[in-house]
């Protein structure tokens, strides 16, 4: 941040305006008190301000030159407004750190602050009020209304916290406060019969600041509602907006009438705002739940009872029970074998391991039609998983989904022989099951994308 500033002093903005500042009392290189005066930031109603270098403590203050000569009020509040803030220590107002006069006029230095970002994030937004109601929280529990809290009076410290300046009109309540920052002839300057001056910024200040009504924390709660509107650049957010139209109302019974109170609204805002997100997420919690649930498949086994073999053809039929989800571990069948394969009969041979081979002459395997597979027909309305089919034609009925993997793998259980036979590949591809969908069924492959489609008959 003091980066930016150095740069910004010897720009030629800075120039042109410390060049044109109006009625400037004071010279860019010249010296006040030994404090060398480096930029012109400014002019109040009463007074400037300037930037000065303290050489002696390498440091860069802020000096505000009283301004307005033969106004003997306007310099008496200028007095009192310098002895008010250095009866106070708080992070959040502006220290004052020396006074003096210069050709007859008093002056005091400050704190050098910064301005604030032009367009805050709403994190910046809730810092910089927070600490905007912390400064005026501690003036009210002096008695003091600052009357004047608008953009311009909040400033930034080096560590970004928001700081209160320019107490120039601030409303002292407190009796023996006010005995201390301003002269018995001029006590309560600020008051004219125990009311409120015309004093104040229009479009900040409240309505009883210039219709002679009585001034209280109340006062600075409207301020700071029109600060936060600045603050949102003219469009607060909708979740501003109520308590916006509640801090800057007219009548001083609807507006908060604490820092307190004020702050207990953020917190709700701030509870609203959690909650909010915590209601979104469980929302969008129990909509994903929801659709777990109502996508989720539940399976059950087929009963035995609806898997029917017909003993006097090769043939199974398989009827589902419902419109639900059912599971067929296997469905594995020996092939069918022709008319001629059965008349010439196989070959029995015996391991020395006491297992039996079946093998078949070569010129048997050798005709396709030798070996087909079974008819298997599923029925009903439903979906059947049954990850493994071997030697299946299956036909699928309409309203029936058949997921399945289709992968067969050899074991020897169909076919045995000790050398293998030239047409093991078409032994090997009726172990597969093929499939004849009818219009209305579904046949889904899983877990093997690499399933001959090939082998697949589709059949109206």
Known sequence: MASEIE???VSPDAVRQTESAEGALLEVGGTVDGLRVMAYLGRGSASEVWRVRDAALGRDLALKLFASAGDSIARERFLAEAR?????????LVRVHAFGEK??????TMDLLHPLPENPSMREVRKILGDVLDGLDFLH???VIHRDVKPSNVLLDDAGHAVLTDLGIAHVGNVELSARVQSAAAHNLTLADGRASALGTPGFGAPEQFAGGEVSSATDIHAVGAFLVALFGGRPPLGWRGLIRRMTSSSVELRPRTVREVRAHLRRMAFLRVLSAVAAAVSASLVLWSAVAVFRTEWRELPPAYVQRFADRPEVEIRLPGPGHFVL???VLSPVLSPEAEQIGPDLRTNPDGTVDIGYPLEVLRDDSAWRRRAVA???RGTLKCPVIVAAEVHLSSGVTLVTSGMYEPDGDLIKSETPPACASFTNAVG???YVVEPGAKLVFTENADYPRALIKMRK
């Open 84 to 92: 008010l803030l250095a009866q106070f220590s708080d992070a959040h």
């Open 103 to 108: 050709d007859g006029r008093p002056y005091f």
């Open 141 to 143: 529990s002096h008695g």
């Open 378 to 380: 599923i029925r009903g």
């Open 7 to 9: 740069c910004y002093l």
């Open 432 to 434: 597969y099951a093929a």
């Open 329 to 331: 571990p296997s469905l």
